[in-house]
Every structure is written in C-alpha cells, then in structure tokens.
C-alpha cells in the first residue's frame, strides 16, 4: 500500500479495494473535490458475500463514540453526505497533498501477515486529524466483494477465524485508540477497549463451543480471557513506550 502511494503522480488517489465502482463513482468524488479544497471522501460499499447482498440501513456511521466504540457501518449507510471520522478501504479517496503533506503512511506497526485489519481507519483518523475534513456520501457507491484472506485470518465461516486473528485485531485497535485520544481520555478508552475486548471474544469462543459441551465452554471462557488481556498493554510500549503514554495522559 505505501509502495502504491509513492507511485502517485496524480491529485488524488482513489482506493476501492476488492470493490467494483457504480458508473457514477468517479463523477460523484470529483464533485465533492472540486467544491471543497481541505476533503477527502468515501461512500457506500454494498457488500457482497454468501450469495447475498447485504442491504439494510444505518444513518450513524463512520464515528468514533467515546470511550473507544468503533461505529463503522459504511456498508450501511443512508441519508445526506455528511463528515465523518474514519473512512473504509473499500472506498475511499484522499488528495496527494494532504498525505504527502503531512507525511502520512499506512501504519507499519500495525499486525497482521496478509490483511492488516483496521489499517484503513488508521489511515483515514490520521488525515482528519492532520486538519482535513472526511466526508461520507452514501451517493458515492462500489460494489464490495470481500475476498478470501489466505494469512491467520481466514474469515471464511463463522468461528473460523484464529485466536492469533483476533488478537491482531484488537492489538491494532488499541494502537489506533492511542493515536485518537489524548489525555485522560486515552487511558479511560484503552480500559475500556479491553473491558469489550474480553466481551468480545469470550462470545467468540463460546459461539465454536457445542451447546451442551459444559468443559468445551469452560475451556473458551479461559482462552478468551487469554486472548483479551495480552494486547493492550504491548500495544502501549510498542508505540511509544509506557513512559511517554503515562506522561501524555497527564495533560494533552
């Protein structure tokens, strides 16, 4: 992705990734451009899986909602063209300026051998807070074919998905959850974070366990527990140390 980024010799790059544009994508982006400079934009990728297509409605989308949810639902959304916070790489366009501008890269320390989950947020969170704007125009649409990820995260039925890909999720959530608060706002929503991090994955666990499998459901109960509590704090020291995090918390 970074690779792709230095070969840009345009004014803006464009990204739909495993995604077929509508006919009017390309005409819809350039409108929101050419009428506001500070932009960068995104829309509704129609999700295609399982021999259905996934069509209901969400008017709240791509948002951060303290203390640390994640609100996506940009496969959903519905209604006016609106600003947002984070976009989603099935779709979603930037200038060249406000990323060569301000530096900005897909985050290399995120996890992941193949996919590197949520390296799209990351991105999009890092262009807003450099000062541009993001916004989300359902009008904006491509149609989205997730493909078969052949790394840890297999993703092809449900319950399928490795312990190491849920940990890699959520290592990178938590890398990204540092990054958008500042404060005391960082620490409460990194406890927060892992408080549903445990949730999470105990229903992962018990969701593969057979119903009448007492010992099977004790067994995932620990090993979610496992799963939930090792990431955050090495998502802490490996981006920028214990030390700095604690200093930081005090008052940016």
């Known amino acids: 992705m970074n690779a792709g980024l230095d070969a840009i010799t345009g004014d803006i790059?464009?990204?739909?990734?495993?995604?077929t544009p509508r006919p009017t994508w390309l005409e819809r982006i350039e409108c929101h451009f050419a009428n506001s400079p500070d932009v960068g934009g995104g829309g509704?990728?129609?999700?295609?899986?399982?021999?259905?297509t996934l069509d209901a409605s969400e008017p709240d989308f791509g948002r951060w909602q303290f203390p640390g949810r994640v609100i996506g639902n940009h496969h959903l959304g519905v209604g006016a063209a609106r600003d947002v916070d984070f976009l989603k790489g099935a779709n979603m366009?930037?200038?060249?300026?406000?990323?060569?501008g301000n530096a900005i890269r897909f985050d290399?320390?995120?996890r992941g051998t193949g996919a590197q989950v949520n390296n799209d947020m990351a991105f999009a969170s890092a262009v807003r807070r450099a000062g541009w704007r993001l916004v989300y125009d359902p009008a904006v649409e491509v149609d989205h074919y997730p493909?078969?990820?052949?790394?840890?995260?297999?993703r092809a039925v449900r319950g399928s998905r490795s312990w190491v890909a849920?940990?890699?999720e959520s290592y990178n959530l938590h890398l990204i959850v540092r990054d958008e608060y500042r404060g005391a706002g960082r620490?409460?929503?990194l406890l927060w974070l892992t408080g549903w991090d445990t949730v999470h994955a105990w229903a992962e666990s018990i969701s593969r366990a057979p119903a009448s499998s007492i010992a099977r459901r004790a067994h995932c109960s620990v090993g979610a527990q496992r799963a939930a509590a090792q990431h955050w704090p090495s998502a802490i020291m490996h981006s920028g140390g214990w030390t700095e995090w604690k200093a930081n918390s005090r008052g940016d």
């Open 44 to 52: 509704r990728d129609w999700v295609h899986e399982h021999g259905t």
């Open 166 to 168: 849920i940990e890699n």
């Open 187 to 189: 620490g409460i929503a």
């Open 93 to 100: 366009s930037y200038r060249v300026s406000a990323i060569r």
């Open 108 to 110: 290399t320390r995120l």
């Open 147 to 154: 493909a078969q990820r052949f790394d840890e995260d297999v």
């Open 13 to 19: 790059v464009a990204i739909a990734d495993d995604a």
